[in-house]
């Protein structure tokens, strides 16, 4: 008797074996393609970018969308005891970039990582930049501050950004925008109520953003988790 219940058991777990696997084949194989026709324009992406690509909706439906993250001064009541003005950064290719350039635009500033699950923002970013233009001015600060998900050189990081998203707003040069002694001197002012007027939060991951009004007055702070296309940021902007 015992054998003859054995031998059921035996079956119904073989049959409950080869069900997990034929359901497991078929969701690898799904998702496989899924990724390849969500990136088959990715050239320059690694497999675990082209992951990321993928499955960044997902991230952003399942992210927690905290209440009263994003701080801000909107209306702009409170300046800057230093000016926004005065400060300048290294561009990708090297070159000085004056922030006195940038009088009379909002400046979104973001700090950016090649490998993070976020990354799929850059072309949300792209695509606010060219609705936006004619006044808004979007800064990328590339920083492998977070997981060291930025690895890449600073002309690694320009062909990774234009072949696979077609960014073209300005990127800066590689750096470090946490907390330290390092930090860059942009990000300084961005995270020292002392220097803007009111902010101290610096940012909490790859994708974080910083929005300046056209007068140079720091006006909002975003987590990673709010989209560069939300009503939230797009909003401020007309």
């Known amino acids: ?49 082209r992951i990321m ?29 230093v000016s926004f003005y005065t400060l300048s950064a290294t561009a990708n290719n090297k070159t000085a970039f004056d922030f006195g350039q940038l009088q009379g635009k909002k400046v979104l500033i973001v700090n950016t990582a090649s490998n993070c699950g976020y990354t799929a923002q850059y072309a949300e970013l792209q695509k606010l930049y060219e609705q936006h233009k004619d006044k808004l001015v979007i800064l990328g600060f590339p920083a492998n501050d977070f997981k060291e ?50 902010n101290s939060t610096a940012p909490e991951w790859n994708f974080s953003k910083y929005l300046v009004d056209e007068n140079g007055t720091l006006i909002d702070y975003y987590p990673p988790s709010v989209s560069p296309l939300s009503e939230e940021i797009v909003s401020q902007l007309d």
């Open 53 to 81: 690509k993928a499955i960044y909706p997902a991230i952003m439906f399942l992210t927690p969308k905290k209440k009263n993250m994003s701080q801000h001064n909107r209306d702009g009541q409170v300046k800057a005891p």
């Open 149 to 198: 998900q930025e690895k890449g050189t600073d002309e690694e990081i320009a062909s990774f950004c234009q072949v696979n998203f077609g960014v073209s707003f300005p990127l800066m040069q590689k750096t470090t925008v946490i907390k330290s002694a390092q930090q860059n001197s942009v990000y300084q002012w961005l995270t020292d109520a002392a220097k803007n007027g009111w």
């Open 1 to 49: 008797m015992h054998v003859i219940i054995n031998q059921v058991v035996r079956k119904r777990l073989y049959k409950l074996l080869k069900r997990i696997v034929v359901i497991s084949v078929i969701l690898c194989t799904t998702f496989a393609v899924y990724v390849f026709i969500v990136t088959k324009n990715n050239t320059d992406m690694t497999i675990r970018q």
